[in-house]
């Protein structure tokens, strides 16, 4: 069978490995998915995020190899569950509200860096 | 090499915090003056700053509506966010959508009753239109730290997430060098805000969701704190007091055509006008109640001349903690930019 997503876990794992891959001494830190307990990532895309951590961790004037995960479109919706829990722990009622989230775009993390490498494919070419 | 004059705030200005990121307006004529396109012109002001900064483009010729559905002269019709000298490709520049004003148009909108006695042939933008936008909810621009939203009446950003909201009516004073108030919005404003006019491609909403006489905010006496302690640049009450004097005497009613705002309510009432309670949600009733304006107990008071509201407007019209009066050369920098 033919996966078309990575579990969460063996994403975090595979790019670890992608930076070990150059040296035992390059570290690696995934930042912005640390409230994701379980996710599928799109696998097309963890080849080449590991193909991109791997040339990074490559150049010998880098030690510490940084992973920012952020949404690409910046405001993002959410359904919020108000849940009403019992003694018993029973969820005795739940009222579904929305909220839309804006974030930064990329640039926040952007401002200091030397050479970049835009790779992203246009909106809706994914 | 050619000039372009904008009209510059800078990050920190203000009460409070100030102002959460640069601000710039522009004059689309000025822009046009010098043979360059809105985002060229654009895409220079985001160099010079180098830093984040919400843009705002006029064309002072055309007219748009304050949320209350108050019909003014002066209408942003492309808003921008830039951020360490980027514009983003996606999501930093966003034109409004200009409407016909057709007989069909002004029968959905009764509001629009103003354009056709005070403005006709004017050209009317509000917000965008929605199928040209890339994300899903607000009419928002962003790059980096720069938000500029609501059609570009409201500038965040998005690390301090410091904010600062600019209702037209002050933009558009500094736009005409006149003087402005500076202030904390404060509960009135916050409830005031929620209460709009159904709009197509509205400032804030695409479609005609909330009528007049209803609330956006829907969250009762929650609605008061919503937007209650957040920096503003607003107009002098009398201005807004002779905006909302020009729609009464084109027969709007607050609650009917227009909002019922305590802003809107508080002119109505000190000019004897009618106000349509029987069209005022309970929604709207209750955050009304919540700041002090009971609908249902306004007695009729000897009517004033619209020259003395206008006079009196400081204690006739709610609304803005701490307000300070200043002339917007105080606060705005004319910059001359190469481009």
Known sequence: ?126 | MACLTVRYIRQGTGPKQGAPINIAFVDKKDVESLGIGVEDAIHAIARQVAGPVGINVFDMEAVTTTSDGIMVEGAIVTMAAADIGEVHQEFGILHMEELEVTPELIEEEPHLAQWEKYFKGKKLFRGPAPHKKLIPVHNAVMTGRAINNNSATEMMNAVTMEEILLPILGQLQIMNDGPVVFGITGEIMSVGIGMTVAEKYGRVFPTRQFRAGDTAHGSGEYAKNVKSNIPCIVAPKSVLAKHILRALNAGMVPGLHISCSPAVLAVASAKGAEIATYNITEKAKIELRSVGVDVDKIKPKAPMSDEEIIARADEIIPGVVDPVLVNSSEIVTKLEISV
């Open chain 1, 1 to 126: 069978m033919k996966l078309m997503h990575t579990s969460l876990p063996e994403f975090k794992l595979k790019l670890q490995m992608a930076a070990l891959k150059q040296s035992p001494n390059k570290t690696l830190e995934i930042r912005g998915i640390e409230n994701l307990k379980s996710a599928k990532m799109q696998s097309l895309r963890t080849g080449r995020i590991e193909l991109a951590v791997e040339e990074i961790a490559r150049d010998k004037d880098i030690d510490k190899v940084e992973v920012v995960v952020m949404p690409r479109v910046p405001e993002t919706m959410h359904t919020v569950i108000v849940k009403g829990i019992a003694k018993d722990g029973t969820a005795k009622k739940a009222i579904l509200e929305t909220i839309n989230i804006i974030h930064p775009t990329e640039e926040v993390e952007l401002a200091d860096v030397k050479e970049i490498d835009d790779r992203r494919p246009p909106l809706g070419r994914h």
